[in-house]
T-cell receptor, first 112, second 113 residues
Framework: SQQGEEDPQALSIQEGENATMNCSYK?????LQWYRQNSGRGLVHLIL?????REKHSGRLRVTLDTSKKSSSLLITASRAADTASYFC????????????FGAGTTVTVRA | KAGVTQTPRYLIKTRGQQVTLSCSPI?????VSWYQQTPGQGLQFLFE???????NKGNFPGRFSGRQFSNSRSEMNVSTLELGDSALYLC????????????FGPGTRLTVT
């Protein structure tokens, strides 16, 4: 079963616009990670935010985490055509389990 | 450093057959995890190996098994293939610490006919 749920399922934006996607999860976490996947290929790690962090930046990416609401958001600023991909949030539980539980993903299409 | 490699990249098998997929992690990484990705179920965790021991297991039937060698390379095996096993199988390596990200390979696309 999937731990996280992304919203929206799909997003279409114009190049240069910002893209925001949200992730909700169910159990207590050690950290939350965002990954990108291009057209059925392997996943690329984007950013990791720990449970004691509230916001993190990496280049054009901004991630927030609200553990009280069990939710996270990923913002991609000034989007480019190359940002067209599926984006997944994944959680690592606070328990001793070492595994990523993925959400269903958000498919982002950036129009030129 | 070289990335995570998976072989083969594509595979076509017939129902009832078995298959073995291979994964070579990033040098120095001791943890290898396997995931199954399908359009219907999304990304599902299969199992994780750390220092040749299975440390975590997902909710898959016993037909799915794996192992890890002393050089951290890992294999997963699926026996008695079913049509529903058609999927992209992804391997990921990491240091083994839960606080760090996983690095994914390109995947093996398995088609069962």
């Amino acid at each position: 079963s999937q731990q996280g749920e992304e919203d929206p399922q799909a997003l279409s934006i114009q190049e240069g616009e910002n893209a925001t996607m949200n992730c909700s999860y169910k159990t207590s976490i050690n950290n939350l990670q965002w990954y990108r996947q291009n057209s059925g290929r392997g996943l690329v790690h984007l950013i990791l935010i720990r449970s004691n962090e509230r916001e993190k930046h990496s280049g054009r990416l901004r991630v927030t985490l609200d553990t009280s609401k069990k939710s996270s958001s990923l913002l991609i600023t000034a989007s480019r055509a190359a940002d067209t991909a599926s984006y997944f949030c994944a959680t690592v539980p606070r328990s001793n389990d070492y595994k990523l539980s993925f959400g269903a993903g958000t498919t982002v299409t950036v129009r030129a | 450093k070289a990335g995570v490699t998976q072989t083969p990249r594509y595979l076509i098998k017939t129902r009832g057959q078995q298959v073995t997929l291979s994964c070579s992690p990033i040098s120095g990484h001791r943890s290898v995890s396997w995931y199954q990705q399908t359009p219907g179920q999304g990304l599902q965790f299969l199992f994780e190996y750390f220092s040749e021991t299975q440390r975590n297991k997902g909710n898959f039937p016993g037909r799915f098994s794996g192992r890890q060698f002393s050089n951290s390379r890992s294999e997963m095996n699926v026996s008695t293939l079913e049509l529903g096993d058609s999927a992209l199988y992804l391997c990921a390596s990491s240091t083994g610490d839960r606080s760090y990200e996983q690095y994914f390979g390109p995947g093996t696309r398995l088609t069962v006919t």
